[in-house]
Every structure is written in C-alpha cells, then in structure tokens.
C-alpha cells in the first residue's frame, strides 16, 4: 500500500451520523456507517441503506478530536438496486470550521471504472464497531460517540457473491468479494485500490456462512468476507453529474 493513497482515503472518508433510532434518545446523532467524498465540491457517496432521515445527517471525523460536524447534505440521486446513494454537501457551510482552515475544497477519492480482477490488492477504511452511550432525562441527555476507525487490507476474492440457477449476465461484476471480514459500520465506505489509491465500490454488506455438523445442525460463521457494490454500476450517472 503506498503510504500517500492511504492519507487521501482517510482524508476524504468521514463516520456518518444519523438520529438514534430509540425515542428515548430524542434523535441523538449515532455513527451508522461510513461514507466518502468523490469530487472536490462536494460530492458523497454511501450505502443507502445506512441512511435513516435525509435531512438529518452529519458527517464527522472523530479521529481529528475538533468536533468536526458536516451538515445540510443534499440527496442527489439513491440507486436501491445497487444499495447506493449520492449525496451533496456545500464547502462554503464546511470551511468555517478549523479542520478546513486550510483547504479550498474537499478532499475526495478519484474512481476507477475499469473492471479489477481477481487477485488484485485493496483495501478498505471505515467506522465498523462504533457504540453511542447516551444518559440523562428528557430535561438533558448527554451522549458519547466510541469509534473505531480501521484499515483492512484484502485481494479481490470473486467477481460474484452467489451464483444461482438464474444468471443475468452484466458484461462486468456488479460487486466485489474480498477475502476479509467487515462488519457494521464499514458499511457504505470505499473499497481502494492499493497500487492507484483509486476507490473502486461501495461497501455494502458482508456474507455469512453456515457450517454443517455432524449432527445435522449448522453454525453460522457471521462473516467471512466482505461484499462491495461496484461503482461501474452507476458509472454514466456519476460522469454525467460530476465534471473532471
């Protein structure tokens, strides 16, 4: 992995918040996946399935400890078959705040359409394992974000995550299997390419295996690999949208 890929993914990948889905909490923001900038004016991809209320989400950096908060994110365009979603946010809102003191524009990760074969390094970064504690009364609740922000290196696995009887043939992989773990959280981050730094899917799901016993019983490993949404899925909605 070359070091300098790695710091523009970081830079350009944020936590997503979205309201606690416990009345109780009064819609306390709650980190509930990742998601990345793919153009410098603001362009943000994610999962669609990690957003709950449109026009409540924040976008937060916690590993930079400045109460870094983007809102006023705009939906765009959501692809429900793919599990995607754009989304806009607008620098001039974001540039107040010391984290962009010194920045024109927001860092993003560039895409790459070209189909990645088998075998070929990438990795992810994401928010996977993030906890909200929230205490207090209806008068005052006061709450507490615990992220976990990770890298996971991985090989592309499979250009398929299953195949079955009925096989619709696309002329390129709509997702990609990694050979890695991912969990909750990671959902809705890129999947990068190592050698170009060039994000390539959306992180979407994970795929669980059942194991047979003996017995006749199965356990259920929660997950073995990874899932991803490729973004060559949408890939003349992206061009059409977001100028070079």
């Known amino acids: 992995m070359i070091p300098n890929t790695l710091t523009r993914t970081k830079n350009a990948t944020f936590s997503i918040l979205v309201p606690h889905p416990n009345p109780a909490y009064q819609g306390f923001p709650t980190a509930n996946g ?14 669609r ?51 962009f003191k010194e920045k024109t524009s927001f860092d993003y990760l560039d895409i790459e359409y070209e189909v990645t074969p088998e075998g070929t390094d990438v990795y992810s970064f994401g928010y996977p394992l993030a906890q909200c504690e929230v205490k207090g009364t209806s008068a005052m609740l006061v709450g507490f974000h615990y992220d976990c922000p990770r890298v ?18 696309s002329g390129f992989p709509r997702n990609y299997v990694i050979d890695k773990a991912l969990n909750y959280g990671n959902s809705g981050g890129p999947l990068v390419l190592q050698q170009s730094g060039k994000a390539i899917a959306v992180i979407t799901r994970f795929q ?19 899932i991803a949404s490729s973004l060559k899925n949408i890939e003349n909605d992206l061009k059409s949208l977001i100028k070079p």
């Open 49 to 99: 399935h990690v957003l709950f209320d449109f026009s409540k989400i924040m976008l937060n950096k916690p590993e930079l400890f400045t109460s870094l908060f983007i809102t006023g994110l705009q939906l765009v365009k959501e692809w429900t078959a793919y599990d995607l979603v754009l989304l806009k946010a607008n620098f001039d809102m974001a540039k107040t705040q010391k984290a």
């Open 152 to 169: 996971t290196s991985a090989v592309i696995s499979s250009h398929y995550d299953v195949i079955g009887p009925v096989r619709v043939d």
């Open 34 to 47: 990742t998601g990345f900038f793919i153009s410098s004016d603001g362009y943000f991809i994610t999962a």
């Open 208 to 226: 669980p295996v059942n194991i047979p016993q003996q017995a006749g019983s199965k356990i259920m490993i929660p997950s073995l690999y990874g």
